[in-house]
């Protein structure tokens, strides 16, 4: 009696299973990256009774956008499908009269009812749908509880230092590889797999792919404060890192990050950006702009002394200023050396003149030593300068190195009405025959 009641059975359940189904995942929340998918049965369907995990040959299955269908046929994918639309499983194990050839279908039905019946009327078969999720998986937070090693090189100044920084945000990975996810991660689920079973691991690899990443990131010249402008570079950069667990392994991988905040230590910052300003003043330019300001500074608060008296303040300051070892003067000059040395590209000049020549009042052209070609006479000093004993160049009545007073015979006159100018600027007439205004100091150059 118990082996016709096992016939029955398996004679009952081959029947019911001879119904092509239907399979859909109702939907994929962000938490979720796998799922299971499930049988459709409506109340006016009569398809009620088939076996679990089976799929009846021709069975339909429906593919939704960002996402991955994948059929277990006892323990072994069979099939994968990430394309939207309708999936007819044509390949299965288990025979339907209503798909197919009939005269096959009927063979492979007698042979699944001699199985069962050797099973006890079980099946004796494990098949199974999974829906992955391949959309983005956003919003995971990472943050660095430890600071993170970060070299900063800065080659205009030569800078090639370790420091450490902290950072945080977030980041979004998705399944690219839904296979190896299955295989390494998931397995055969019974129920969803969420996001939380894997997220702990994930945020931990990535901390400590990090370091190496922010490695690469200072090779190629990002500074840690430009972080946040260089995200893709950071994400390339994490996925090369990681590109051995996590893409080939697990079968994911980051798609983008955000980087809320980098932070350095206040003193490796102050210490970066003292190297930055100190390393400007290597130009004399530069240089001697900024001890001019400073001297300035240091005058105004001299003259605003109460205490010592300006007098004394100002004493002070010289000596401070002759202790120093150089002066604005010399950095100005030293700036102008190399300006001379690496000069501009000058404009083109007419052809009757060279680029640095002098004319002389013999009227030979083009002379470019310290005498004249032609007559032997010296080179004007362009300008009304006239040079003091101590050999500065000056224009006013005082040197401007020593305060020595210009001498008589260095005066040149030049009216200051009108512009004429005699002859010999040293003597000049009592009254300008252009103008009629007399000659005094105040027509001196």
């Not at 994400?235 to 932070?263: F, P």
């Amino acid at each position: 009696m118990g082996i016709l009641k096992v016939g029955a059975g398996a004679v009952s359940s081959v029947l019911a299973d001879q119904w092509r189904e239907y399979f859909y995942c109702p939907s994929l929340e962000e938490d979720v990256l796998v799922t299971k998918g499930v049988k459709r049965s409506s109340k006016i369907s009569f398809n009620t009774k088939g076996s679990d995990n089976l799929i009846t040959n021709g069975s339909i299955i429906a593919v939704n956008e960002g996402q991955c269908m994948m059929i277990v046929d006892q323990g072994a994918i069979v099939e994968v499908c990430a394309e939207a639309g309708e999936f007819v499983y044509d390949s299965s194990t288990e025979p339907s009269i209503f798909y197919g050839s009939l005269k096959d279908s009927i063979v492979g039905t007698f042979k699944q009812f001699a199985k069962r019946v050797t099973l006890g009327g079980d099946t004796g078969k494990d098949q199974r749908i999974y829906y992955f999720n391949t959309k983005e998986i956003l919003g995971n937070k990472y943050g660095t509880a430890n600071p993170v090693p970060f070299r900063v090189v800065d080659q205009n100044i030569g800078l090639d230092i370790d420091i450490s920084i902290r950072c945080h945000g977030e980041y979004a990975y998705r399944i690219m590889d839904p296979i190896l996810f299955y295989k390494n991660i998931c397995g055969n689920i019974e129920a969803d797999y969420t996001r939380d079973q894997i997220d702990s691991q994930l945020k931990s690899e990535m901390l400590t792919a990090l370091q190496p990443a922010f490695g690469k990131i200072s090779a190629m010249g990002i500074r840690y404060s430009a972080l946040p402008g260089h995200t893709m570079e950071l994400a390339n950069a994490l996925n090369e890192v990681l590109a051995e667990n996590w893409a080939k392994r697990y079968g994911i991988e980051i798609s983008s990050i955000g980087v809320n905040s980098v932070k350095a230590p206040e003193e490796d910052e102050k210490m970066i950006k003292e190297l930055q300003r100190n390393a400007v003043f290597r130009n004399p330019g530069m240089a001697a702009a900024h001890l001019t300001s400073a001297q300035a500074d240091a005058m105004k608060a001299a003259a605003s002394n109460t205490s010592t008296g300006p007098m004394m303040a100002f004493a002070g300051m010289n000596m401070a200023a002759g202790a120093g070892g150089i002066n604005a003067g010399q950095l100005f000059q030293m700036a102008g050396n190399q300006q001379m040395a690496n000069p501009q590209p000058a404009a083109p000049v007419a052809p009757a003149q060279a680029a640095n020549g002098w004319n002389c009042s013999c009227g030979q052209t083009a002379n470019e030593g310290k005498f004249c070609t032609n007559c032997g006479k010296p080179k004007p000093v362009a300008g009304g300068f006239w040079t003091c004993s101590c050999g500065t160049q000056n224009k006013g009545k005082f040197c401007m190195e020593c305060g020595t007073k210009k001498p008589a015979d260095a005066l040149l006159y030049k009216c200051d009405k009108c512009g004429w100018e005699p002859e010999d600027p040293k003597k000049p007439p009592k009254f300008c025959p252009q103008c009629g205004d007399p000659f005094t100091d105040a027509d001196i150059k």
